[in-house]
């Protein structure tokens, strides 16, 4: 495929590798016979891991992958993989955290991410590579971030010929 530059190629790049370990992520909870739990659910219940919260931290924190944050949580507690408790100071708010059963699916990923990091030394990828990866990751995350601030200004030049 042709990329015009490398930033569109790290684009795609992300795009597809969160499928990737999704697919990854599919084959383990398969080889445990876990059916009732697709791959977006169970990285939500790795992230929440041992905190409780609302639906809105959840999102705010960015817990989730996607937009059906409300329709996985409740597919997460229908499934008594995340416990709802109703908020002792707003009776209109609940909290939800991680129950038993879903912190079997938080160890099965933990495993599975430790036993990744023994096997990627023949792929050429050590600790030093990754932290240079995550390095500008996050900084194309702040990036992204302040692009998506609205001010009704453009954060680049009038030169660059996007205002007029």
């Given amino acids: 495929m042709f990329y015009e530059t490398p930033y569109h190629e790290a684009i795609a790049l992300i795009e597809r ?28 219940l790795y992230k929440i891991g041992d905190d409780q919260m609302t639906v809105g931290e959840l999102t705010l924190r960015g817990y989730y992958i996607g937009s059906n944050v409300s329709y996985n949580v409740k597919e997460l507690q229908k499934t008594e993989y995340l416990e709802k408790t109703q908020s002792p100071h707003d009776k209109r708010s609940y909290r939800i955290k991680v129950s038993d059963k879903g912190q079997e699916i938080c160890k099965l990923i933990s495993d599975m991410l430790s036993a990744h990091g023994k096997k990627m030394h023949p792929f050429n990828l050590d600790m030093p590579e990754i932290d240079d990866v995550n390095l500008s990751l996050r900084s194309l995350e702040e990036f992204w971030a302040a692009e998506s601030k609205f001010t009704g200004l453009s954060s680049l030049d009038d030169d660059d010929g996007l205002l007029g």
């Fill in 17 to 44: 590798l969160q499928r990737r370990f999704f697919d990854v992520l599919k084959v383990e909870l398969d080889k445990k016979e876990i059916l009732d739990i697709n791959p977006v659910q169970a990285m939500m």
